[in-house]
């Protein structure tokens, strides 16, 4: 991923978000919080991880699909590869 190191601070800031966010869900839990703040919390960090997906899939088709240069054999795996993670992460 050498062409998300550009990036990656901001990504890396971001993943340390979601760590907090996941710490609250679980000091939450452990103080007994209502069903709907913990609800509330897991939905926050979901939409955070969608965030950090939305970010790297745009990069990965920056780099591996759309990028001028690109022959069809880079292009059709770069598609690949996101198809297989977008199916792996829909389930």
Same mark, same amino acid.
């Given at each position: 991923? =050498?062409?998300? !190191?550009?990036?990656?601070? $901001?990504?890396?800031?971001?993943? @340390? ?5 996941? +710490? =609250?869900? *679980? @000091? #939450?839990?452990? !103080? $007994? /919080? /209502?069903? !709907? *703040?913990?609800?509330?919390?897991? %939905?926050?960090? &979901? +939409? =955070?991880?969608? +965030?950090?997906?939305? *970010? ?6 920056? #780099?591996?699909? !759309? &990028? %001028?240069?690109? $022959? $069809?054999? *880079?292009? =059709?795996? +770069?598609?690949?590869?996101?198809? %297989?993670?977008? @199916?792996?992460? /829909?389930?």
């Amino acid at each position: 991923m =050498a062409h998300l !190191s550009r990036t990656n601070g $901001d990504l890396v800031t971001r993943v @340390r978000r979601i760590a907090g966010q996941v +710490g =609250a869900v *679980e @000091r #939450a839990l452990q !103080s $007994d /919080s /209502s069903c !709907s *703040e913990v609800l509330h919390l897991i %939905a926050a960090v &979901r +939409g =955070a991880v969608n +965030g950090l997906m939305d *970010e790297i899939i745009a990069e990965h088709l920056e #780099a591996h699909v !759309s &990028r %001028a240069g690109l $022959d $069809d054999a *880079e292009r =059709a795996a +770069g598609a690949e590869e996101l198809l %297989a993670v977008i @199916r792996r992460y /829909s389930k």
